[in-house]
């Protein structure tokens, strides 16, 4: 199937990206990912080449859905590239934790880096000394709330390797469904497969200097958990 796109012109595509596929090939018999289907899709992108990661640039995990900004072009790649990095780009989450949060918004605040344990995970690292951690910002907002689990806005101020999800956890309010980063004996709602996070909207400036925001809709498997769910 090819994968859906929500938008494109001439320099830039916005992918709608389904869970279950990788952005790149992570292993052997990993199946189709993002970057194989895409260059199916459009050809043109293999002339980019691995330098400018066929055009894909910002990464979701593997079980991640949502927006998926992709350049075109090299000039593209490399000005959005830039826009990311000086964290201009405006990114929204849309997930659900495990427990009722205290506070209605917040802000989680800590700096990220391998965990010694685990090399898959990132960790919270608060000792300034451990130069392998780098900083990160994550603001939250309360959507809904239900008996065992909370729906939040996620809007992560900087892009580190699983950043909301080691954020949450942090917290002690781990994403549903995470398997890596949820915690033992933690509930589940039932039928949920996956982490329940969603990459929901994406705002940039486009390179004639238009904003332009783009948004996912929230996918059904994710949906029917939440309709399935009683309110708190």
């Known amino acids: 199937m090819p994968l859906k796109i929500l938008y494109e012109d001439v320099s830039l595509l916005i992918v709608d990206k389904p869970p279950g596929m990788p952005v790149f090939r992570e292993g052997p018999g990993e199946g189709m990912y993002v970057a194989e289907a895409l260059s199916s899709q459009y050809p043109e992108l293999l002339k980019l080449g691995e330098e400018c990661r066929y055009g894909i640039v910002h990464r979701l995990d593997k ?3 949502g927006v998926l900004l992709v350049a075109k072009t090299k ?3 490399r000005y959005f590239q830039e826009q990311f990095k000086e ?11 495990v427990g009722a949060l205290k506070e209605k918004e917040g802000v989680i605040e800590g700096k990220l ?3 010694p344990n685990d090399r898959r995970k ?8 451990i130069e392998s951690a780098r900083e990160a910002t994550t603001l ?7 008996s065992e689990f909370t729906l939040l806005e996620v809007s992560p101020k900087t892009g580190r390797k699983h950043q909301i999800r080691a954020h949450l956890a942090h917290i002690h309010h781990p994403i549903a469904g ?28 486009t390179e004639n200097g238009k ?22």
């Not at 939250?140 to 239900?146: I, S």
């Open 211 to 232: 904003g332009m925001t783009f948004h996912s809709e929230l996918p059904e498997d994710l949906q029917n958990i939440l309709n399935a769910l009683r309110i708190n």
């Open 63 to 65: 079980d991640t859905s």
């Open 87 to 97: 964290r201009k780009a405006e990114k929204t989450y849309i997930c659900l934790v």
């Open 122 to 129: 990132q960790k919270v690292f608060a000792d300034p000394a």
């Open 140 to 146: 939250y907002k309360v959507l809904k709330e239900f």
């Open 178 to 205: 995470d398997k890596l980063y949820g915690f033992k004996n933690q509930p589940v709602p039932q039928g949920l497969e996956r982490q329940f996070l969603h990459a929901n909207s994406l705002k940039i400036v």
């Open 113 to 115: 880096g391998r965990s």
């Open 75 to 77: 000039e593209a790649f």
